[in-house]
């Protein structure tokens, strides 16, 4: 078993490993450097002997404890036919969502569209780089992809005041997303994936009173579809208030923090294996700062079952050095 499996399946707590998100990313001089001659990333998400290079690169520098796809989750958005582009210096921009294309999208078609993907994970899991480490395969949550195909970019601070006016669209969306998300999650294990990881970057937006329809019951059937798998799931719901309700409804078999949650808090209230939780924005201190406090974290879960990651995607800032440094700290803890 890698250290990973260890500590989601067996709760062994004599060890932490590490991985970050977003490890495969801007802040790599040796990505910028593929991406600059890359312009199209969706083009180099589906470009299976770039991914898994891309997906391989943080892996030669650290002594990381798993590789996690170079992909996107709104690459589910766009195997449904909707066209998604990431503009420089704005992000995601999607195009109108034509419901009748994406209902009537066949799963052979779907899967056809995203084979590189399910490539690139073959080559990944196949690879020296990643033997006794996990493979991680990931799928962004129904309601934050429910988002994007909606608002068609990241929305801000809060979503617009008309966003829930089409219920009938809303459930249609939900229910194709579901049937996709776990197509997407069998041929990503089936292609080597050994832990899946829910994305849920926008759960925060939503009031408690909407969290049954849009995350708990949709998330609930992924996670329950991804256990009869025989996988492990890891869920991220960033920015909730309430992570302990969450973990007893939803019961994942590991769960992410963001950097707004207390971690000693968390310690006492959430009972499954914890991962991540320290600001990114610590990379971008000092070396006795980031000590400090990758310290403080492997302190307070040293009798827990604790995965060593950020609290969100590491920044394209950072000095790859800090990040040397910080696998160094937690590996000698
Ligand atoms: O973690 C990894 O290394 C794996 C690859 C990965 C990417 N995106 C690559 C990427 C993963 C797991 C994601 C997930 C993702 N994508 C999320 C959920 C996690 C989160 O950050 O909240 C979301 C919301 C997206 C959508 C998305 N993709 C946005 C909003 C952006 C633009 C903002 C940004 O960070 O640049 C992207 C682009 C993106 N996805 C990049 C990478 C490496 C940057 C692309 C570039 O080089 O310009």
Redesign the pocket.
């Known amino acids: 078993m890698s250290p990973i499996q260890e500590v989601i399946i067996n709760k062994k707590t004599s060890i932490n490993p590490i991985w970050i998100?977003?490890?495969?990313?801007?802040y790599l001089p040796e990505?910028r450097e593929i991406?600059a001659k890359n312009p199209d990333?969706i083009k180099l998400c589906l470009n299976h002997k770039l991914s898994s290079e891309i997906t391989l690169q943080p892996l030669k520098r650290y002594n990381f404890d798993a590789a996690?796809?170079?992909?996107?989750?709104?690459m589910v958005p766009y195997g449904l036919n909707q066209k998604v582009e990431?503009k420089?210096n704005f992000?995601?921009l999607l195009g109108d969502l034509n419901l009748d294309k994406a209902s009537s999208m066949q799963e052979n078609k779907f899967t056809e569209r995203l084979k590189p993907v399910y490539k690139a994970l073959e080559i990944v899991s196949n690879n020296n780089l990643t033997s006794n480490k996990s493979t991680i395969g990931?799928v962004?949550a129904p309601w934050?992809l429910m988002v994007?195909m909606i608002n068609k970019q990241?929305p801000k601070l809060k979503l617009k005041k008309n966003f829930f006016d089409d219920e009938l669209l809303i459930n249609k969306i939900l229910l194709i997303l579901e049937k996709f998300l776990k197509i997407h999650i069998k041929c990503q294990v089936d292609n080597g994936a050994q832990i899946i990881?829910i994305?849920d970057?926008?759960a925060g937006l939503l009031d408690v009173k909407d969290f049954s329809k849009y995350i708990y019951n949709p998330t609930l059937s992924l996670v329950e579809f991804t256990k009869s798998l025989n996988v492990p799931v890891i869920c991220?719901p960033?920015g909730i208030k309430n992570y302990k309700n969450y973990c007893e409804i939803i019961n994942p078999d590991a769960i992410c923090i963001d950097y707004e949650v207390d971690p000693l808090q968390a310690n006492k209230d959430i009972k499954i294996p914890i991962q991540g939780g320290m600001d990114p924005k610590v990379l971008l201190t000092d070396k006795e700062n980031l000590k400090k406090e990758a310290k403080r974290y492997l302190d307070i879960f040293k009798d827990h079952p604790y995965i060593f990651n950020l609290g969100?995607?590491v920044l394209?800032e950072t000095d790859p050095n800090m990040m040397d440094y910080l696998v160094k700290i937690v590996k000698d803890y």
């Not at 998100?21 to 801007?26: E, F």
């Not at 996690?68 to 709104?74: A, C, E, K, P, V």
């Open positions: 998100m977003r490890q495969a990313g801007r990505f991406r990333f996690i796809i170079f992909s996107d989750i709104l990431f420089k992000g995601p990931f962004g934050t994007y990241s990881q994305f970057s926008w991220f960033k969100h995607g394209p």
